[in-house]
């Protein structure tokens, strides 16, 4: 457990990163709080997602924040939602070169395998927060303490993809590697990133209860269609008749 002071966004995110690292050497420098920094505002918000629905769902029973947030995070368990920049870090550390890479590529596109950190449903080509995370991890790269291995293999994988399937990559993509260049572990990814949502998750609560409705989707039935009644008598009459055939 630790305290977050929020008096400033410097503070914030000194403490977030202060908190989270494993690797402690260099202490915690420039690079890894502005790499932070961006990536808190990129994930702060991102309109009407999983998550962000299902906290407004909750809300909109007269739930308190709490519940709302807490229906927020679980949401977060499956991985269609959550997670994606931790696969992508382990998709991404079993590969060691650029040579590599391309050949890993060659085998997900013939077993049609998933790939996470790639394409959006809002973005119908690039992902306008992907650029920005990336040039972050770039410079990462270039620093004493950057992996310049992982980036090119980044790189690499984002190449194959555009090339083969015409899919650019999303936040999430290259946000694994510069969290895992600024020594955070892979298993909090998806916790600094509750971090961020949580503010875009609390404006949506407020805005919900501005002017609440009870959020109640409709839904279209696809079942069978409507099948005559049959009495109980009748139906051991009909079971018995099959039984001689």
């Known amino acids: 457990f630790f305290f977050i002071d929020t008096a400033t966004t410097e503070i914030y995110t000194e403490q977030i990163v202060g908190s989270v690292r494993c690797v402690q050497e260099t202490g915690i420098n420039a690079e890894y709080m ?13 309109e009407f997602n999983a998550s962000t629905f299902a906290a407004r769902t909750t809300v909109s029973t007269q739930a308190d924040i709490y519940s709302g947030i807490v229906t927020a995070i679980g949401t977060l ?36 395998e998933k790939m996470m950190g790639f394409g959006h449903r809002v973005y119908k080509k ?33 190449k194959r993809m555009i090339e ?7 936040l999430d993509f290259y ?43 409709n839904s279209n039935y696809t079942g069978p269609d409507p099948k005559e009644y049959v009495h109980m008598n009748q139906r051991e009459k009909e079971q018995l008749k099959r039984s001689k055939l």
Request: aromatic content about 12%.
């Open 34 to 46: 502005g790499t932070v920094d961006v990536s808190l505002i990129l994930y702060a918000e991102h």
């Open 175 to 217: 946000s694994a590697s510069a969290y895992h260049q600024c020594g955070i572990p892979t298993y909090l990814f998806t916790p600094v990133f509750v971090m961020s949502r949580v503010t875009g998750w609390a404006a949506h609560i407020f805005e919900q209860r501005a002017n609440n409705k009870l959020i109640r989707p």
């Open 126 to 158: 690039q992902d306008p927060r992907s650029p920005i995370i990336k040039q972050y991890s770039y410079q990462l790269s270039k620093t004493e303490y950057g992996n310049p291995r992982l980036y090119a293999v980044s790189e690499a994988v984002e």
């Open 164 to 170: 083969e399937k015409k899919i650019y990559p999303n």
């Open 77 to 112: 368990k499956g991985n269609l939602h959550g997670g994606a920049n931790e696969a992508v870090m382990e998709f991404l550390g079993n590969i060691k070169s650029v040579g590599e890479a391309y050949t890993r590529m060659d085998e997900v596109f013939k077993n049609k």
